[in-house]
């Protein structure tokens, strides 16, 4: 079965400080990998995607992402994090894109 | 930019009662999905939807859930008997096909009393 683990129930940074937030997953073969934010009262933003290629993925409001096989892992980063990022952050595995798992989400504070 | 819209955006119920939570996704796309997220807990793959038919369910969707795509814009799912456990934020889901990424609607709080 498909799993993902989102170690960091909580972050903190200040603004304009850079970010990485943790994502392991367990998935039997190449799997789909996601990143969706959530901010309050909102759904589910994808932020970028990983479905084959490079492993060093891009996506928006400045994010990216790297999928390391070796280390089963798919973590976020940002270079320098805007007071505008604080949001709840998921990470999410597909076999087929189709039935996603999600983690248990990161918030993310950020301090001025 | 097109949107998954869903209605309503809260919706209280009693318990025992069928509910029926609206959706339109995205006009050009084949998939359909929904998702649902208790309060403080992770969000949960319910089912997904194409040509007319269920693709792929999770344990959770049992014979008190129902999805139906009643006209070409709208997406159902239909809870027949509420337990107060059926609490959560519902979230509707499109993709273009089976392979691309989801697009989520801003989700229907149901609260079950």
């Known amino acids: 079965a498909q799993s993902v683990t989102q170690p960091d129930i909580h972050i903190t940074v200040s603004e304009g400080a850079s970010l990485e937030l943790r994502c392991n997953y367990s998935y039997g073969a190449t799997p789909y990998l996601f990143w969706y934010v959530q901010s309050p009262g909102q759904g589910l933003q994808l932020l970028l995607k990983?479905?084959?290629?490079?492993?060093l993925v891009q996506g928006i409001k400045g994010f990216e992402a790297e999928f390391k096989r070796s280390q089963s892992s798919f973590n976020l980063r940002k270079p320098s994090v805007h007071w505008s990022d604080a949001a709840e952050y998921f990470c999410a595995v597909g076999g087929s894109a189709r039935q996603l798992t999600f983690g248990s989400g990161t918030q993310l504070t950020v301090l001025p | 930019e097109p949107e998954v819209t869903q209605t309503p955006s809260h919706q209280v119920t009693q318990m025992g009662q069928e509910v029926i939570l609206r959706c339109v996704p995205i006009?050009?796309?084949?998939?359909f999905y929904w998702y649902r997220q208790i309060l403080g807990q992770k969000v949960e793959f319910l089912v997904s939807f194409y040509n007319n038919e269920i693709s792929e369910k999770s344990e959770i969707f049992d014979d008190q859930f129902s999805v139906e795509r009643p006209d070409g814009s709208n997406f159902t799912l239909k809870i027949r008997s509420t337990k107060l456990e059926d609490s959560a934020m519902y979230f509707c889901?499109?993709?273009?096909?089976?392979?691309?990424?989801?697009?989520f609607g801003p989700g229907t709080r149901l609260t079950v009393t």
């Open positions: 006009s050009n796309h084949l998939y």
């Open positions: 990983y479905f084959s290629g490079d492993t």
């Open positions: 889901a499109s993709s273009r096909q089976g392979m691309d990424e989801q697009y």
